[in-house]
């Protein structure tokens, strides 16, 4: 005789809500340890990054010594924020590159001055000169 689901109703109204303020509580432990503010980077620059477009992309920072450093991939349809690296701390001025992984020709934003605390958005477009940046 097969049980039935019902059966199993009465327990899961019982943990049901410790299962989720446990989860809520793991992300948001996860999420305040990515970006400590204790950290001595934490008033470096973010960079956001979100691809609009249908092509994964590699995304590089280049500072206005010319180096260039390699931030991450962001997906298609997808977005993701990280911090200027180490590298690139002190820097005043910034360009963001992105090259599609596969076919495309690379794009580079125009220059911004950067400050501590500053949060860069890129959004990148199906067709890369159409991206637009903006600091927040």
């Not at 950290?39 to 920072?61: Q, R, W």
């Not at 206005?64 to 911090?83: C, D, I, M, T």
């Not at 820097?91 to 992105?98: E, G, N």
Request: hydrophobic share 45%.
């Amino acid at each position: 005789m097969a049980i039935s689901p019902l059966h199993y109703l009465p327990t899961l109204r019982r943990i049901g809500p410790a299962l989720m303020l446990a989860t809520a509580a793991a992300c948001a432990t996860s999420q305040g340890a990515r970006f400590d503010s204790h950290d001595p980077a934490a008033a470096s620059p973010i960079v956001l990054i979100e691809n609009h477009g249908f092509t994964d992309v590699h995304v590089y920072a280049l500072a206005g010594n010319g180096k260039r450093v390699r931030l991450g991939r962001v997906n298609a349809l997808e977005s993701f924020r990280v911090r200027l690296p180490a590298a690139l701390r002190g820097a005043r001025y910034l360009r963001l590159q992105a090259e599609p992984t596969l076919l495309g020709t690379s794009y580079t934003s125009e220059q911004v001055l950067i400050e501590e605390g500053t949060e860069v958005v890129w959004m990148l477009e199906n067709e890369l000169s159409m991206s637009k940046l903006f600091l927040r």
